[in-house]
């Protein structure tokens, strides 16, 4: 009777850990840096983890392709990732859905690519990162660059949130980018 008692008790808790996809930490998610026209009314990076995390001491960095120098750095104390655990960040002028999506606002209007946009943890070290376009010796990312995305598309993360180390593998282009709606499985390009 205990072994049946232990199963109707233990099965709701394994069906709900299977059912979610697993996230170590906080992952870059979504990026979208080259916007129709005026970028900064599409720009937006999206960070995929577990909701309720505070990223006091968290930051992302902004790598130039050209020279492998960080270009900008963005604090995300006092940020929290949301209940949806996607936290959008998007500029001050943002509009649309993108200005829909915003949890936050920031200076997330990245450079054209190639180069790389790196989320940093409360110690300074790289927890994530996507190098978009081949900056050969400055590529900052992870594993092999993803593609450098045209006006108006997105690098978004595929599979899940899976995190396989390597930008080819876990980053696509999207046509229509889709900032707040977090990891689902899309058809993207290379």
Excluded at 109 to 122: E, K, R, T
Excluded at 162 to 179: E, I, S
Aim: proline fraction near 5%; charged fraction near 10%; aromatic fraction near 8%.
């Amino acid at each position: 009777m205990s072994s049946i008692l232990f199963l109707v008790t233990t099965l709701p808790v394994l069906a709900a850990a299977l059912a979610a996809p697993a996230v170590a930490g906080p992952i870059l998610n979504e990026v979208c840096y080259d916007g129709v026209g005026t970028d900064a009314d599409e720009a937006f990076t999206e960070i995929y983890g577990a909701p309720g995390f505070i990223l006091n001491g968290w930051s992302l960095r902004g790598i130039n392709g050209s020279n492998g120098s960080a270009y900008r750095t963005i604090s995300l104390t006092g940020m929290t990732i949301p209940n949806d655990g996607v936290l959008v960040l998007a500029t001050s002028g943002a509009l649309g859905s993108v200005l829909a999506a915003r949890d936050y606002t920031a200076s997330v209007d990245w450079q054209n690519g190639p180069d790389a946009v790196q989320l940093l943890d409360a110690s300074g070290s790289i927890a994530d990162a996507l190098q978009y376009g081949d900056a050969g010796l400055y590529n900052a990312g992870e594993g092999n660059f993803a593609v450098d995305v045209s006006a108006g598309s997105s690098l978004s993360r595929n599979f899940l949130a899976a995190d396989t180390n390597d930008n080819f593998t876990d980053f696509g282009a999207l046509a229509t980018p889709t900032p707040g709606v977090g990891p689902t499985p899309v058809t993207y390009t290379h």
